[in-house]
Protein backbone atom coordinates (compact mmCIF):
# COMPACT_ATOMS: atom_id res chain seq x y z
CA UNK A 1 0.00 0.00 0.00
CA UNK A 2 1.33 3.40 -1.05
CA UNK A 3 -1.19 5.26 -1.39
CA UNK A 4 -4.27 6.87 0.56
CA UNK A 5 -7.57 4.96 -0.68
CA UNK A 6 -9.92 8.22 0.74
CA UNK A 7 -7.57 11.23 -0.65
CA UNK A 8 -4.78 9.62 -2.67
CA UNK A 9 -2.34 11.29 -1.08
CA UNK A 10 0.71 9.11 0.45
CA UNK A 11 0.50 6.68 3.26
CA UNK A 12 3.15 5.99 6.03
CA UNK A 13 3.50 2.74 7.72
CA UNK A 14 3.57 3.75 11.44
CA UNK A 15 2.01 2.71 15.03
CA UNK A 16 -1.35 4.94 15.88
CA UNK A 17 -1.74 6.84 18.96
CA UNK A 18 -3.14 4.36 21.01
CA UNK A 19 -2.39 1.50 18.73
CA UNK A 20 0.41 -1.85 19.13
CA UNK A 21 0.72 -2.63 15.78
CA UNK A 22 1.94 -0.93 12.76
CA UNK A 23 -0.59 0.39 10.06
CA UNK A 24 -0.62 2.23 6.85
CA UNK A 25 -2.14 5.94 8.02
CA UNK A 26 -2.60 8.68 5.65
CA UNK A 27 -0.66 11.58 5.60
CA UNK A 28 -2.86 14.09 5.09
CA UNK A 29 -6.07 13.09 5.62
CA UNK A 30 -5.01 10.84 8.74
CA UNK A 31 -6.92 7.79 7.57
CA UNK A 32 -6.37 4.58 9.30
CA UNK A 33 -6.10 1.77 6.86
CA UNK A 34 -6.83 -1.34 8.61
CA UNK A 35 -5.72 -4.77 6.79
CA UNK A 36 -7.38 -7.83 8.27
CA UNK A 37 -6.95 -12.05 7.17
CA UNK A 38 -9.42 -13.38 4.43
CA UNK A 39 -12.13 -15.73 4.92
CA UNK A 40 -12.28 -19.25 2.39
CA UNK A 41 -15.32 -21.40 2.21
CA UNK A 42 -15.70 -24.49 0.66
CA UNK A 43 -16.57 -27.94 0.47
CA UNK A 44 -16.16 -31.31 0.73
CA UNK A 45 -18.62 -32.83 -1.11
CA UNK A 46 -19.28 -36.53 -1.22
CA UNK A 47 -21.53 -39.25 -2.55
CA UNK A 48 -21.62 -42.93 -1.09
CA UNK A 49 -18.04 -43.38 -0.01
CA UNK A 50 -16.37 -41.12 -2.43
CA UNK A 51 -15.35 -37.13 -2.56
CA UNK A 52 -15.45 -35.01 -5.40
CA UNK A 53 -11.92 -33.36 -6.55
CA UNK A 54 -11.68 -30.30 -8.96
CA UNK A 55 -8.34 -30.42 -10.56
CA UNK A 56 -6.89 -26.34 -11.03
CA UNK A 57 -7.13 -24.96 -14.28
CA UNK A 58 -5.38 -21.39 -11.91
CA UNK A 59 -2.14 -20.86 -10.20
CA UNK A 60 -1.15 -21.28 -7.75
CA UNK A 61 -0.92 -25.38 -7.69
CA UNK A 62 -2.32 -25.71 -11.16
CA UNK A 63 -2.90 -29.17 -12.10
CA UNK A 64 -3.22 -30.17 -8.62
CA UNK A 65 -6.13 -31.56 -6.79
CA UNK A 66 -8.56 -29.49 -4.43
CA UNK A 67 -11.70 -29.21 -2.97
CA UNK A 68 -13.94 -26.48 -4.18
CA UNK A 69 -13.51 -23.10 -2.13
CA UNK A 70 -12.80 -19.60 -2.72
CA UNK A 71 -12.44 -16.23 -1.30
CA UNK A 72 -15.75 -15.35 1.02
CA UNK A 73 -17.54 -12.33 -0.74
CA UNK A 74 -19.18 -9.20 1.58
CA UNK A 75 -22.46 -9.88 1.95
CA UNK A 76 -22.33 -13.42 1.87
CA UNK A 77 -22.84 -15.72 4.69
CA UNK A 78 -19.82 -18.66 5.14
CA UNK A 79 -22.21 -21.38 3.97
CA UNK A 80 -23.66 -19.31 1.09
CA UNK A 81 -19.90 -18.70 0.05
CA UNK A 82 -18.84 -22.40 0.35
CA UNK A 83 -22.09 -23.35 -1.94
CA UNK A 84 -21.31 -20.06 -4.40
CA UNK A 85 -17.86 -22.09 -4.75
CA UNK A 86 -18.82 -25.27 -5.28
CA UNK A 87 -21.63 -24.15 -8.31
CA UNK A 88 -18.18 -22.15 -9.55
CA UNK A 89 -15.86 -24.54 -9.61
CA UNK A 90 -18.27 -27.75 -10.34
CA UNK A 91 -21.07 -27.09 -10.89
CA UNK A 92 -22.05 -29.24 -8.62
CA UNK A 93 -25.52 -29.37 -6.80
CA UNK A 94 -25.43 -30.34 -3.47
CA UNK A 95 -27.05 -30.45 -0.17
CA UNK A 96 -25.08 -28.55 2.59
CA UNK A 97 -24.45 -30.27 5.69
CA UNK A 98 -22.06 -29.38 8.45
CA UNK A 99 -19.55 -27.64 8.96
CA UNK A 100 -16.16 -29.67 9.31
CA UNK A 101 -13.15 -28.39 9.39
CA UNK A 102 -11.60 -24.74 10.16
CA UNK A 103 -7.97 -24.09 10.02
CA UNK A 104 -5.93 -20.85 10.63
CA UNK A 105 -2.78 -20.41 8.31
CA UNK A 106 -1.30 -17.53 9.86
CA UNK A 107 1.45 -17.51 7.77
CA UNK A 108 -0.83 -16.23 5.09
CA UNK A 109 -3.32 -14.86 6.94
CA UNK A 110 -6.26 -16.68 5.42
CA UNK A 111 -9.10 -18.79 7.67
CA UNK A 112 -10.63 -21.84 5.82
CA UNK A 113 -14.04 -23.23 6.76
CA UNK A 114 -14.71 -26.83 4.84
CA UNK A 115 -18.66 -27.80 4.90
CA UNK A 116 -19.79 -31.55 4.59
CA UNK A 117 -22.18 -31.73 1.58
CA UNK A 118 -24.12 -34.50 0.25
CA UNK A 119 -23.98 -34.61 -3.79
CA UNK A 120 -27.58 -34.63 -5.00
CA UNK A 121 -26.84 -35.59 -8.62
CA UNK A 122 -23.58 -37.02 -10.65
CA UNK A 123 -24.38 -33.98 -12.94
CA UNK A 124 -21.22 -32.11 -12.04
CA UNK A 125 -18.42 -30.32 -14.44
CA UNK A 126 -15.58 -28.44 -14.44
CA UNK A 127 -16.21 -24.47 -14.00
CA UNK A 128 -13.64 -22.06 -15.49
CA UNK A 129 -10.85 -22.30 -13.04
CA UNK A 130 -11.29 -26.24 -13.14
CA UNK A 131 -10.08 -28.55 -15.47
CA UNK A 132 -11.92 -31.40 -14.27
CA UNK A 133 -14.18 -32.83 -11.38
CA UNK A 134 -13.82 -36.74 -10.39
CA UNK A 135 -15.15 -38.80 -7.69
CA UNK A 136 -12.64 -40.36 -5.60
CA UNK A 137 -12.60 -43.44 -3.20
CA UNK A 138 -9.91 -43.60 -0.16
CA UNK A 139 -7.65 -45.36 -2.01
CA UNK A 140 -7.75 -43.48 -4.93
CA UNK A 141 -6.96 -39.66 -4.05
CA UNK A 142 -4.14 -38.58 -5.28
CA UNK A 143 -2.49 -37.35 -2.14
CA UNK A 144 0.71 -36.76 -3.63
CA UNK A 145 -1.02 -34.07 -6.17
CA UNK A 146 -3.38 -32.15 -3.41
CA UNK A 147 -3.11 -28.76 -3.91
CA UNK A 148 -2.95 -27.41 -0.10
CA UNK A 149 -2.34 -28.97 2.99
CA UNK A 150 -5.67 -27.73 4.09
CA UNK A 151 -7.51 -30.13 1.35
CA UNK A 152 -5.13 -33.28 2.27
CA UNK A 153 -6.20 -32.31 6.43
CA UNK A 154 -9.94 -32.25 5.60
CA UNK A 155 -9.52 -35.72 3.51
CA UNK A 156 -7.63 -37.26 5.97
CA UNK A 157 -10.14 -36.33 9.12
CA UNK A 158 -12.74 -37.47 6.30
CA UNK A 159 -11.51 -40.88 5.69
CA UNK A 160 -10.76 -41.07 9.42
CA UNK A 161 -14.52 -40.60 10.56
CA UNK A 162 -16.33 -41.93 7.65
CA UNK A 163 -16.51 -45.50 9.02
CA UNK A 164 -17.89 -44.31 12.00
CA UNK A 165 -20.22 -41.92 10.37
CA UNK A 166 -19.61 -39.55 13.03
CA UNK A 167 -18.27 -35.80 11.87
CA UNK A 168 -16.75 -33.49 14.54
CA UNK A 169 -15.79 -30.27 13.84
CA UNK A 170 -11.93 -30.49 13.34
CA UNK A 171 -10.21 -26.88 14.62
CA UNK A 172 -6.50 -26.61 13.58
CA UNK A 173 -3.77 -24.44 13.15
CA UNK A 174 -0.81 -24.89 10.12
CA UNK A 175 1.73 -23.18 10.47
CA UNK A 176 4.44 -23.03 7.61
CA UNK A 177 7.65 -21.25 7.17
CA UNK A 178 6.95 -20.10 3.44
CA UNK A 179 10.96 -19.02 3.41
CA UNK A 180 11.86 -22.91 3.81
CA UNK A 181 8.89 -24.09 2.08
CA UNK A 182 7.90 -21.62 -1.11
CA UNK A 183 4.97 -22.61 -2.66
CA UNK A 184 5.61 -23.52 -6.61
CA UNK B 1 -12.88 3.81 -1.88
CA UNK B 2 -12.04 6.89 -4.37
CA UNK B 3 -8.16 6.56 -5.53
CA UNK B 4 -5.95 3.27 -6.09
CA UNK B 5 -3.72 2.16 -3.17
CA UNK B 6 -0.92 1.22 -5.91
CA UNK B 7 -0.48 4.16 -7.88
CA UNK B 8 -3.20 6.67 -6.19
CA UNK B 9 -5.02 7.61 -9.30
CA UNK B 10 -8.65 7.42 -9.21
CA UNK B 11 -10.49 3.74 -9.14
CA UNK B 12 -13.80 3.31 -11.07
CA UNK B 13 -16.74 0.59 -9.46
CA UNK B 14 -16.77 -1.85 -12.14
CA UNK B 15 -17.30 -5.90 -12.92
CA UNK B 16 -14.16 -6.89 -14.33
CA UNK B 17 -13.68 -9.01 -16.97
CA UNK B 18 -14.14 -12.85 -16.24
CA UNK B 19 -15.69 -11.41 -12.48
CA UNK B 20 -19.73 -11.50 -12.16
CA UNK B 21 -19.31 -8.38 -9.21
CA UNK B 22 -18.56 -4.76 -9.21
CA UNK B 23 -15.14 -4.37 -7.83
CA UNK B 24 -13.18 -1.22 -7.28
CA UNK B 25 -10.50 -1.01 -10.42
CA UNK B 26 -7.82 1.66 -11.19
CA UNK B 27 -8.35 3.31 -14.02
CA UNK B 28 -4.43 3.61 -14.91
CA UNK B 29 -2.41 0.58 -13.76
CA UNK B 30 -5.80 -1.62 -13.38
CA UNK B 31 -5.14 -3.08 -10.42
CA UNK B 32 -8.41 -4.67 -8.99
CA UNK B 33 -8.90 -3.97 -5.22
CA UNK B 34 -10.80 -7.13 -3.64
CA UNK B 35 -13.14 -6.15 -0.58
CA UNK B 36 -13.78 -9.57 1.78
CA UNK B 37 -15.36 -10.19 4.94
CA UNK B 38 -13.43 -9.15 8.59
CA UNK B 39 -13.16 -12.12 11.28
CA UNK B 40 -13.60 -11.24 14.79
CA UNK B 41 -12.47 -13.78 17.21
CA UNK B 42 -13.53 -13.85 20.99
CA UNK B 43 -13.95 -15.84 24.10
CA UNK B 44 -16.85 -16.43 26.35
CA UNK B 45 -14.68 -16.65 30.18
CA UNK B 46 -16.37 -18.85 32.42
CA UNK B 47 -15.72 -19.46 36.31
CA UNK B 48 -18.15 -22.14 37.58
CA UNK B 49 -21.24 -21.11 36.91
CA UNK B 50 -20.64 -17.25 35.73
CA UNK B 51 -19.13 -15.77 32.74
CA UNK B 52 -17.29 -12.75 32.34
CA UNK B 53 -18.94 -9.98 30.48
CA UNK B 54 -17.70 -6.82 29.71
CA UNK B 55 -19.11 -3.10 30.07
CA UNK B 56 -18.64 -1.62 27.04
CA UNK B 57 -15.99 1.97 27.31
CA UNK B 58 -16.51 2.46 23.32
CA UNK B 59 -18.54 3.24 20.34
CA UNK B 60 -20.92 1.23 19.22
CA UNK B 61 -23.12 0.42 22.18
CA UNK B 62 -20.99 2.13 24.54
CA UNK B 63 -22.41 1.01 28.45
CA UNK B 64 -23.83 -1.98 26.57
CA UNK B 65 -21.93 -5.45 27.84
CA UNK B 66 -20.06 -7.76 26.11
CA UNK B 67 -18.03 -10.75 25.68
CA UNK B 68 -14.42 -9.84 24.93
CA UNK B 69 -13.43 -10.17 21.24
CA UNK B 70 -12.10 -7.88 18.37
CA UNK B 71 -10.64 -7.86 14.72
CA UNK B 72 -8.80 -10.92 14.02
CA UNK B 73 -5.00 -9.30 12.77
CA UNK B 74 -3.35 -10.60 9.86
CA UNK B 75 -0.56 -12.94 11.06
CA UNK B 76 -2.83 -14.42 13.59
CA UNK B 77 -4.80 -17.88 13.98
CA UNK B 78 -8.32 -17.67 15.46
CA UNK B 79 -7.23 -18.66 19.04
CA UNK B 80 -4.82 -16.14 19.44
CA UNK B 81 -6.81 -13.38 18.43
CA UNK B 82 -9.76 -14.43 21.02
CA UNK B 83 -7.03 -14.83 24.02
CA UNK B 84 -5.52 -11.59 23.11
CA UNK B 85 -8.71 -9.77 23.00
CA UNK B 86 -9.78 -11.65 26.40
CA UNK B 87 -6.10 -10.12 27.58
CA UNK B 88 -6.57 -6.33 26.56
CA UNK B 89 -10.70 -5.66 27.26
CA UNK B 90 -10.76 -7.75 30.56
CA UNK B 91 -7.08 -8.72 31.47
CA UNK B 92 -7.92 -11.65 32.22
CA UNK B 93 -6.14 -14.89 32.40
CA UNK B 94 -8.20 -18.06 30.68
CA UNK B 95 -7.13 -21.48 29.20
CA UNK B 96 -8.74 -22.10 25.87
CA UNK B 97 -11.59 -24.23 25.02
CA UNK B 98 -12.74 -25.60 21.97
CA UNK B 99 -14.89 -22.93 19.59
CA UNK B 100 -18.41 -22.86 20.41
CA UNK B 101 -20.24 -20.81 18.36
CA UNK B 102 -19.62 -19.49 14.75
CA UNK B 103 -21.86 -16.17 13.39
CA UNK B 104 -21.60 -14.73 10.08
CA UNK B 105 -23.10 -11.46 9.96
CA UNK B 106 -23.89 -10.61 5.58
CA UNK B 107 -25.61 -7.26 6.46
CA UNK B 108 -22.17 -6.08 7.65
CA UNK B 109 -19.41 -8.54 6.06
CA UNK B 110 -18.39 -10.24 9.66
CA UNK B 111 -17.70 -13.45 10.76
CA UNK B 112 -17.96 -14.18 14.70
CA UNK B 113 -15.64 -16.89 16.37
CA UNK B 114 -16.17 -17.56 20.10
CA UNK B 115 -13.77 -20.26 22.22
CA UNK B 116 -15.44 -20.93 25.22
CA UNK B 117 -12.42 -20.38 27.88
CA UNK B 118 -11.96 -21.32 31.49
CA UNK B 119 -10.91 -18.72 33.97
CA UNK B 120 -8.00 -19.75 35.70
CA UNK B 121 -7.43 -17.06 38.04
CA UNK B 122 -9.89 -13.96 39.17
CA UNK B 123 -6.94 -11.35 38.54
CA UNK B 124 -9.38 -9.64 36.08
CA UNK B 125 -9.89 -5.93 35.48
CA UNK B 126 -11.07 -3.31 32.65
CA UNK B 127 -8.90 -2.25 29.63
CA UNK B 128 -8.93 0.69 28.03
CA UNK B 129 -11.85 -0.18 25.70
CA UNK B 130 -14.13 -1.63 28.71
CA UNK B 131 -15.61 0.59 31.84
CA UNK B 132 -16.30 -2.75 34.09
CA UNK B 133 -15.19 -6.60 33.83
CA UNK B 134 -17.96 -8.67 36.20
CA UNK B 135 -18.70 -12.34 36.44
CA UNK B 136 -22.78 -13.21 35.97
CA UNK B 137 -24.48 -16.00 36.70
CA UNK B 138 -27.74 -16.91 34.57
CA UNK B 139 -29.99 -15.15 36.63
CA UNK B 140 -27.75 -12.16 36.66
CA UNK B 141 -27.16 -11.49 33.28
CA UNK B 142 -28.64 -8.08 31.81
CA UNK B 143 -30.12 -9.52 28.76
CA UNK B 144 -31.87 -6.03 28.15
CA UNK B 145 -28.21 -4.29 28.29
CA UNK B 146 -26.38 -6.95 26.13
CA UNK B 147 -24.40 -5.74 23.22
CA UNK B 148 -25.44 -7.41 20.28
CA UNK B 149 -27.03 -10.46 19.04
CA UNK B 150 -24.09 -12.75 18.64
CA UNK B 151 -23.21 -12.29 22.77
CA UNK B 152 -27.65 -12.96 23.27
CA UNK B 153 -27.22 -15.85 21.18
CA UNK B 154 -23.83 -17.15 22.62
CA UNK B 155 -25.19 -16.61 26.46
CA UNK B 156 -28.19 -18.82 25.55
CA UNK B 157 -26.47 -21.06 23.83
CA UNK B 158 -24.23 -21.57 26.59
CA UNK B 159 -26.93 -22.01 29.76
CA UNK B 160 -28.61 -24.21 28.04
CA UNK B 161 -25.62 -26.95 27.38
CA UNK B 162 -24.14 -26.11 30.71
CA UNK B 163 -26.88 -28.38 32.76
CA UNK B 164 -25.49 -31.22 30.34
CA UNK B 165 -22.03 -29.72 30.44
CA UNK B 166 -21.92 -30.78 26.50
CA UNK B 167 -21.16 -27.48 24.19
CA UNK B 168 -21.40 -28.95 21.11
CA UNK B 169 -20.35 -26.35 17.47
CA UNK B 170 -22.86 -23.45 17.11
CA UNK B 171 -22.82 -22.10 13.77
CA UNK B 172 -25.91 -19.44 12.51
CA UNK B 173 -26.53 -16.70 10.06
CA UNK B 174 -27.72 -13.17 11.55
CA UNK B 175 -29.48 -11.68 8.92
CA UNK B 176 -30.44 -7.87 9.93
CA UNK B 177 -31.60 -5.20 7.91
CA UNK B 178 -29.79 -2.00 9.20
CA UNK B 179 -32.33 0.07 7.38
CA UNK B 180 -35.20 -0.66 10.05
CA UNK B 181 -33.14 -1.64 13.27
CA UNK B 182 -30.47 0.77 12.92
CA UNK B 183 -27.46 0.50 15.39
CA UNK B 184 -27.43 3.71 17.73
Not at 121 to 130: A, I, K, Q, S, V
Request: with cysteine.
Amino acid sequence: MKYCSQCGDTVSHIVPEGDNRPRYVCTSCKTIHYQNPKVVAGCLPFFEDKVLLCKRAIAPRKGYWTLPAGYLENGETTSQGALRETIEEANANVELLDLYTLFSLPHISQIYLFYRARLTDLDFFPGEETLETRLFSEHEIPWNELAFPVITETLEHYFQDLPKNHFPIRSQDIVIDRKRHPIK
